[in-house]
């Protein structure tokens, strides 16, 4: 089955004749013998909602299994925790802060170690590579910034020093990428974002490649059940119900990102624009090559100005929403250096758009009066 048929149907199982799922809040389930270990026991270890969710998750993504978590951050932990006592990390120097405050702040005190590299330079990943590399963290595009990460290269890399290779997919969902296809380990998401789609439920989710459902898969299985940040049957339940829209959702959303970038890297009050699917976008050639059906539907900009005519842009939209988090059916505006704080290494001039599924011609609209007025 092709993607737009999956994203209706897989792991559409039903307790009842109704069409729509059903919920099942029950914690507990009835066994019939102590012997047998099919089905559901304790909602902790499993349930049908969140089964049917982490079946759809696998199939959609092209892995061999899934595993859906509280949060993207849970499932970042989770991963982290299948590492050895005394690992190394690489990931790139403008990673998600949550992760890097993870592992600066929490991990640290496990004996993880670290080095950040500018992930656009495969070479600098392959240079930071230590005896004990267990793991190489991608996030392509990146944030704010959009840079690209060339996953094949990079996975390749992780393959010759027997480490990991695992890649935030979060802003582009398998619509657009399919990191597993250019030789990735693990996927993770914050499917608090694309596939939840519509702002109304945090959660997130780790898949792992063919063959390595035994081992990391286990492993993963393990930590799920015994941490227990799981997501409840109504978060499950709600991702599954916004999963047959995600294809229309998020084509819609790099159609409109893509018409939102022309336009704004013609305006004369925009200095750059970070979208990959310009021609002038420094790695464009990469991004042609990993991504498809569009470039996604994140972009940022940077205004000829200063700080204080960046952040009155982002109070003055009026359509458009000032707010963070992203991947949502209505568009987001966000000054990122005023939200990170002094110690932000993001331009104090960048304005980052999650771009929604409205009518393009409006957005514009609101962007034009916001940049026009001073
Ligand atoms: C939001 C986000 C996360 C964290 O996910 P939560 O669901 O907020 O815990 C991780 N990575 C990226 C790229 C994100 O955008």
Redesign the pocket.
């Known amino acids: 089955m092709k993607m737009n048929t999956l994203a209706v149907h897989a792991g559409q199982t039903h307790t009842t004749d109704s069409i729509a799922p059903d919920i099942v809040l029950s914690t507990t389930f009835r066994y019939d013998s102590i012997s047998n270990t099919d089905g559901h026991r304790y909602t902790r270890a499993s349930n049908p909602n969140r089964h049917a969710l982490e079946t759809a998750l696998a199939k959609l993504e092209g892995g061999e299994r899934a595993f859906a978590f509280a949060?993207?951050?849970?499932?970042?932990t989770a991963l982290f925790q299948t590492l050895g006592a005394e690992s190394h990390i690489i990931f790139p120097d403008d990673v998600?802060h949550?992760?890097r405050d993870l592992i600066h702040d929490v991990f640290a005190t496990w004996g993880l170690s670290w080095t950040s590299v500018d992930m656009t330079n495969p070479s600098d990943v392959a240079a930071a590579i230590l005896p004990n590399t267990k793991l190489i963290w991608v996030?392509t595009p990146s944030?704010p910034s959009l840079k690209i990460a060339d996953i094949q290269a990079i996975a390749s890399i992780a393959r010759e020093n027997n480490a990991l290779c695992a890649v935030?997919n979060?802003?582009t969902t398998p619509i657009v990428q399919r990191p597993f296809n250019l030789g990735a380990d693990v996927v993770?998401y914050?499917?608090?974002?694309y596939f939840g789609g519509h702002s109304d439920v945090?959660?997130?989710a780790l898949i792992v490649r063919e063959g390595l459902g035994d081992s990391i898969g286990v492993q993963l299985a393990t930590i799920q059940k015994l941490t227990g940040s799981v997501p409840s049957p109504f978060d499950c339940w709600l991702l599954l119900r916004s999963m047959p829209t995600l294809p229309l959702r998020v084509r819609q959303q790099c159609h409109n990102a893509a018409t939102m970038a022309a336009f704004l890297a013609d305006h004369p009050r925009v200095a750059k624009v970070n979208y990959p699917g310009l021609a002038s976008h420094p790695q464009h050639e990469i991004a042609v090559r990993q991504m498809h059906d569009g470039f996604g539907g994140m972009l940022s900009f940077d205004i000829d100005g200063d700080f204080e005519d960046a952040a009155s842009i982002a109070n003055r939209v009026q359509l458009i929403g000032q707010a963070t988090?992203?991947?949502g059916v209505e568009t987001l505006i966000e000054h990122r250096a005023g939200v990170e704080g002094p110690r932000s290494p993001t331009p104090p001039t960048l304005l980052r758009l999650s771009v929604g599924i409205e009518d393009v011609e409006d957005l514009i609209a609101d962007l034009q009066q916001a940049l026009a007025n001073k």
């Open positions: 949060s993207g951050m849970a499932a970042i998600y949550g992760a996030e944030n935030d979060t802003w993770m914050s499917t608090t974002k945090l959660s997130g988090s992203l991947g």
